[in-house]
């Protein structure tokens, strides 16, 4: 597993879709992207989705490497191999950040999620998410909120984490 993504912020949004990209996000996209070399921009993916998904999420070259290659290895003709390759691959956009360290988001998915005039940027580990501030509160404020409510003062939120198999 290589660099991850860490932390959130909210950046505004031009009327040309440009928007900038978080320093530390540009970090882990030019470390994860076997060809992007000193100096230059880096490349990423952003999958925007069916029409359930209200965000955008952007993977590095690494991680949809990662992902393209376990979709491969599913039997072919699937309907769940048929679905992961049209979410992406084709429900896509492969794009790169520009010299000044933005991202140009085109009408069509600033369109979907709403997008105007500020962006939410959320990191996601391998990924990070791209929202519509007002979106992300709406979804996620709310449900967590009242989720970690039932769990108790004490809660611990690594004691998640205790299911999980450590990797031998």
Not at 106 to 127: C, N, Q, V, W, Y
């Amino acid at each position: 597993m290589g660099r991850r993504f860490r932390g959130e912020s909210h950046h505004k949004v031009d009327t040309k879709g440009r928007v900038s990209i978080p320093a530390l996000f540009r970090h882990v996209l030019a470390a994860e992207d076997p060809d992007c070399s000193e100096g230059d921009s880096p490349n990423l993916v952003i999958v925007y989705g069916d029409h359930r998904q209200d965000h955008l999420k952007c993977y590095t070259v690494n991680a949809i490497n990662d992902i393209d290659d376990r979709i491969a290895r599913m039997p072919r003709g699937t309907k769940q191999r048929r679905y992961l390759e049209r979410l992406y691959s084709g429900m896509s956009l492969p794009t790169q950040v520009d010299d000044t360290g933005r991202l140009v988001l085109p009408a069509k998915l600033r369109e979907k999620i709403g997008l105007d005039k500020e962006a939410f940027f959320i990191a996601t580990g391998d990924s990070f998410q791209i929202w519509k501030p007002e979106t992300y509160d709406d979804v996620h404020g709310v449900d967590d909120e009242e989720w970690l409510d039932e769990m108790g003062e004490d809660f611990d939120p690594l004691e998640l984490l205790d299911s999980v198999q450590e990797e031998g």
